[in-house]
């Protein structure tokens, strides 16, 4: 398994971004996909999920009206797009699978940054 996130960057707060995670190594569209984040000094959270057939979402409520997750099960990729963007919002962001019992898998992280 193995998942490669990218579309990070440094951006300006009011600005937007899109992160991109490519995977590879299992039936994407039968497992649910979600993105995490890691803010300095804190403990990673939970910032989006999105069902296998990407009928489904969930999101933070820190992040709900200003990002949305999709996925392309054509192109085994999920998506966060991120709108309105807020200093607070500066983490290094991750994409996950859990393939059931012990097979959790993580990407490497992209590192987003909002600042003026």
């Known amino acids: 398994v193995q998942l490669v996130e990218s579309g990070g960057g440094l951006v300006q707060p009011g600005g937007s971004l899109r992160l991109s995670c490519a995977a590879s190594?299992?039936?994407?569209?039968?497992?649910?996909m979600s993105w995490h984040r890691q803010l300095p000094g804190k403990a990673r959270e939970l910032v989006a999920t999105?069902?296998?057939?990407?009928?489904?979402?969930n999101y933070a409520d820190s992040v709900k009206g200003r990002f949305t997750i999709s996925r392309d099960n054509a192109k085994n990729t999920v998506y966060l797009q991120m709108n309105s963007l807020k200093p607070e919002d500066t983490a290094v962001y991750y994409c996950?699978?859990?393939?059931?019992?012990?097979?959790?898998?993580w990407g490497q992280g992209t590192q987003v940054t909002v600042s003026s």
């Open positions: 996950r699978v859990w393939l059931g019992g012990t097979r959790l898998y």
């Open positions: 999105v069902s296998g057939t990407g009928g489904n979402t």
């Open positions: 190594g299992f039936t994407f569209s039968s497992y649910a």
